[in-house]
Structure formats: C-alpha cells, structure tokens
C-alpha cells in the first residue's frame, strides 16, 4: 500500500449537515443510548465515514445497498453496506492523515463488537476521518476472519483490537476487484 491507495473524498456542507441530524437522532433514541460514544462528535465521525463510502461507490457507477438510513425507522442499521456478495461494516476513526506514516495508521475495533462481527459481516472498511482539513480517506478493507487472524489486542480505555493500515486491501483495489 502506498500513499496513492489512499481515496480522498472532501466532506462537504450537506454530509456535514446529515452527520449532524443523525448524531442527534442516536442522541435521543433508544439505539444511540446502545453506542459507547468515545468522543463528543462519535456519530457524526461515523455518519461521515459512511457518507464517504457511499460517495465513492456511487460516483464509481457500482451497485451497493447502503443500510445508514434505515435506523431512522425504530432501530439501529442492520448492517453498512451491501457490496455484491459482501457486507461491509465501515469503521470510522477521527484523525489527520499523515503522509509519512500512513501505513502504520491503526484503526481499532472494540473486542466486544467482534463475536456479533463474525456473525453478520464479511468484511470491515476502515475510514479516517479528518474533520480538521474536512476529508475522508477510505483506507481499505479487510475480511473478518482476516481481521481476526491479524488484527492484536490492544488495552485502552476499553478491549480493542488493532489493525494497521499496511494489513489492509485498498478501497479502489477491493471495490474493482484488482
């Protein structure tokens, strides 16, 4: 992987506006009180991920299901992303990129995430969010039992796991199948 796998998608001011609707509807339902929020701007972090993931499967012409709006109706989303035969569940991450070590970028998943993980979805793709210069930058994706095999623990304030950036399959290399 290379700093040129890297897709660069801007967050614009009507993502933004919908992050922000969505975090306050997970504020007040039953769903979002489920949500161990690590930051103040959790859900809009994640709202922007998936945003992104839709932009660029949308302006690449490919089919996809996007499940994001469906927890409006009365639960969380089933799933992210119906991708041809996958699942993808998109993991958002708050930070800036750095170009000189965007390989070692980790991306953390929370340990008791990953039993229901294995259960619903095949893949997972992993989006930093750069709030600061208003981009997002789809990394790429990784299968869950690959995920499970490389992926090492990590202790912070909760159970994680870790994967770094360079373990990953580029987004536009998993999306056009090269």
């Known amino acids: 992987m290379n700093i040129n796998d890297l897709t660069k998608i801007e967050i614009t001011k009507d993502m933004l506006e919908e992050a922000t609707l969505e975090a306050e509807w997970l504020e007040t339902s039953k769903t979002g009180n ?7 701007d959790y859900n809009i972090v ?6 992104a993931v839709e932009k660029k499967l949308e302006s690449s012409g490919l089919d996809f299901k996007s499940f994001r709006k469906e927890k409006y109706i009365d639960r969380g989303d089933y799933l992210d992303i119906q991708f041809n035969e996958d699942l993808l569940d998109v993991k958002s991450h708050k930070g800036t990129l750095d170009e000189k070590w965007f390989y ?8 008791h995430q990953i ?4 259960k619903e979805v095949s893949h997972l793709c992993f989006v930093l969010v750069d709030l600061d210069n208003n981009y997002c930058y789809l990394y ?5 039992a690959d995920f499970i095999d490389k992926a090492l623990p ?25």
């Open 46 to 51: 994640g709202s922007l991920g998936h945003q």
């Open 115 to 118: 039993e229901k993980l294995k």
């Open 154 to 178: 990590k202790k912070l304030k909760y159970d994680n796991f870790e994967i770094k950036a360079k373990d990953l399959r580029p987004f536009d290399s998993y999306i056009f199948k090269v």
């Open 34 to 40: 489920k949500t161990i929020k690590l930051t103040d």
């Open 140 to 144: 790429g994706v990784i299968s869950v």
């Open 104 to 111: 070692n970028q980790s991306f953390l998943v929370m340990t």
